[in-house]
């Protein structure tokens, strides 16, 4: 019975690990995405740069933290359309990783119309992915 338990004990705290750790990093990012609208717009194009690519690397890490059985508990808001479209999921991360580069590239010569760019390859992917996959809070 002691085995049993302590298998329990630890499928639990991996469990509560990564929830709470996916939970973190799209908080963290959230944070950054809106100091970055705020760096851009006072023209401090290297700080949002550095912001973007911290972000960009959280989206890559993000992964990590979806096993199987991190599907329920800990006041997840991760839809089951996480898990049966993974590829999907996945994917979508991985742009949103690509797309924080692109965008950090671009202000090394800013011009244009900077707000659009950030809805475009910052606030698009973010809305993708909680209109597929995270419920609604």
């Known amino acids: 019975f002691l085995g049993s338990d302590v298998d329990v004990d630890v499928y639990l705290l991996a469990n509560e ?4 750790g996916r939970q973190q990093i799209f908080s963290q990012n959230y944070k950054i995405a809106k100091a970055v609208a ?3 717009k006072g023209q401090k194009y290297a700080d949002a740069q550095k912001s973007l690519l911290e972000m960009s690397e959280n989206f890559t890490e993000v992964l990590d933290y979806f096993p199987e059985d991190s599907k329920t508990g800990f006041d997840t ?3 089951p359309s996480i898990w049966e479209n993974t590829d999907e999921f996945t994917t979508l991360m991985q742009k949103a990783s690509y797309d ?37 809070h």
């Open 17 to 20: 690990e990564a929830i709470k």
């Open 100 to 136: 924080l580069t692109v965008l950090a590239k671009k202000l090394d010569n800013p011009s244009g119309d900077l707000r659009a760019l950030q809805k475009e390859l910052m606030w698009d992917n973010c809305s993708a992915c909680h209109d597929k996959f995270r419920a609604e």
């Open 77 to 79: 808001e991760a839809l």
């Open 38 to 40: 705020v760096q851009i």
